[in-house]
């Protein structure tokens, strides 16, 4: 039996009934990163002492049949985005080199609570910005499907080690479609919840308004497993919104099919420009949800044509808010040559940011600067509001909405580096979900005739995860996609 290649509910089974134990998972798993991540690159930190504290600690829950959850025991990877005490948390950047928290970000805080096994931190896109984690200050991440191509970003360190088997699961981070974009280039499943559904507390900010926490996946059970133990009300937050959560792995359970569901397709996200493969691959899914008794109603999207140009204001305004944090003196890299205090906060960003976040830094401080912030970041938060106001409205007649995740599978390594607007278009089909806070997932739905995943996107209402997990449970179970694994 191959331990690496199981999911969270078929791991957690056979530790209940004894088969394996924790050790032994854990043990499975790192002997797996030995082997293979030498050519995918997915992680930056490997702890294994620490892994395996944690897994006796589960063994011993286990044992005495005390406080177990689905988690219970279960190795995990995380996103180096969250701060981890004792562990380096760097956010891929040389700024935040060797720099070891003393706190728990609340989501790590939770997946300890539920009895998780931490591996260590993966790989991302500095900061979190961009869509290919080639913005990384350390290494390359390399698709375990096709190593000579992208994972997607930011957080492709996160899907890698899934598509891998390098972890059961992992947390990341979506602002923009960092978590589905990447799911879908891996051909794994990810989950960005409502905004305010799980807390930010800890994670360090790319974007306040736009950033959420989320699980990447071998399938829809294990996302909803993961949801479960990570979202709920944090004092900590303030964007924490005090809203129950379900049980969404228990929904699951009852096999509700997308019968009479109305799922609805947006004109504005089949356009022309689309991977062919991409397009023939979705209409496909599309097919099975129709043949399992969903209704297509098609629904407008109008100002959808505007989402990148926004989201590219309102992200790099707030980034450029969030990184002043970054000077220097508390904590992190700080330039030994400076003249006085502004020479060292020059030097020490200079040296600490890489070329894109300082590219999103200035177009942040310049869309805020005086004389400015009418014409560029109100403007974009006005328009943002009737983005919102879209989705409002196509939710009124449909229950789901389902759009490709991404115009293209995975591109090759160094294909878009030197050409940022058309690395930002890998997430035209993602922004619009973070702008409107609602919940969006990436299921794999097919591949390309050279044997690429591809992912299929579906956007719920706020808060209503739960009929989002069914719909792509309900397609999940009618297809054979999920179950194809990457070779290495």
């Not at 690496?4 to 798993?29: D, R």
């Not at 620490?50 to 279960?74: H, Q």
């Not at 980034?319 to 060292?344: E, H, K, P, T």
Request: proline share 5%.
């Amino acid at each position: 039996m191959d331990i690496t290649s199981l999911t969270i509910h078929e791991t957690a089974a056979l530790l209940a009934k004894k088969e394996v134990s924790s050790v032994q998972v854990t043990e499975a798993y790192i002997d797996r990163i030995n082997a293979v991540d030498g050519r995918v690159g997915a992680y930056l930190t490997v702890t294994p002492e620490k892994a395996f504290r944690a897994a006796r600690e589960a063994d011993e829950r286990i044992s005495r049949g005390v406080d177990v959850t689905p988690l219970t025991g279960v190795p995990v990877s995380i996103k180096d985005i969250f701060c981890t005490r004792g562990i380096k948390t760097t956010c891929a950047s040389r700024i935040l080199e060797g720099f070891v928290p003393p706190y728990d970000a609340t989501v790590i805080r939770k997946l300890k609570h539920a009895g998780a096994v931490i591996l260590g931190k993966v790989n991302m896109d500095e900061f979190a910005m961009g869509s290919s984690t080639e913005n990384s200050a350390f290494q390359t991440t390399k698709n375990p499907w096709a190593l000579d191509r992208v994972p997607g970003g930011s957080s492709g360190g996160s899907a890698a080690s899934v598509a891998a088997g390098e972890c059961a699961a992992s947390v990341g981070t979506d602002t923009g479609g960092s978590i589905r974009q990447p799911a879908s280039c891996c051909g794994v499943v990810g989950l960005k919840p409502t905004y305010g559904r799980v807390s930010r507390y800890g994670m360090i900010a790319f974007a306040s308004s736009l950033d959420q926490a989320g699980p990447i996946t071998k399938d829809v059970t294990d996302a909803a497993i993961m949801l479960g133990a990570i979202a709920g009300l944090d004092p900590l937050d303030s964007t924490s919104i005090s809203a129950p959560v379900p049980d969404y792995a228990a929904a699951l359970k009852t096999g509700r099919g997308v019968k009479g569901l109305k799922v609805g397709i947006p004109k504005e996200y089949f356009i022309d420009g689309i991977d062919s493969d991409v397009s023939a691959a979705v209409a496909a899914a599309l097919d099975v949800l129709k043949r399992e008794g969903a209704e297509l109603i098609p629904v407008n999207l109008p100002h959808t044509e505007y989402a990148v140009s926004v989201y590219y204001l309102v992200a790099t305004a707030e980034a450029s808010s969030n990184l002043a944090r970054f000077d220097g003196v508390r904590y992190g890299l700080r330039s030994a040559d400076a003249a006085n205090l502004i020479d060292m906060y020059k030097k020490s960003r200079d040296a600490g940011f890489g070329s894109e976040v300082k590219r999103r830094i200035m177009l942040g401080t310049y869309a805020l600067s005086a004389g400015y912030y009418d014409a560029y970041y109100k403007k974009a938060s006005q328009v943002r509001s009737l983005i919102t106001r879209d989705f409002d409205e196509a939710f009124k007649v449909c229950d789901v909405i389902a759009t490709p995740t991404a115009p293209t599978p995975a591109f090759k390594l160094g294909e878009k580096v030197s050409d940022p607007l058309t690395m930002y278009l890998s997430d035209i089909f993602t922004i619009s979900c973070n702008l409107a806070g609602i919940p969006g997932i990436s299921v794999p739905c097919g591949f390309t005739s050279t044997g690429l995943p591809i992912g299929l996107q579906i956007l719920g209402r706020q808060f209503d995860e739960q009929t989002l997990l069914q719909a792509a449970s309900a397609y999940e179970r009618s297809t054979q996609w999920h179950l194809k694994k990457a070779v290495l």
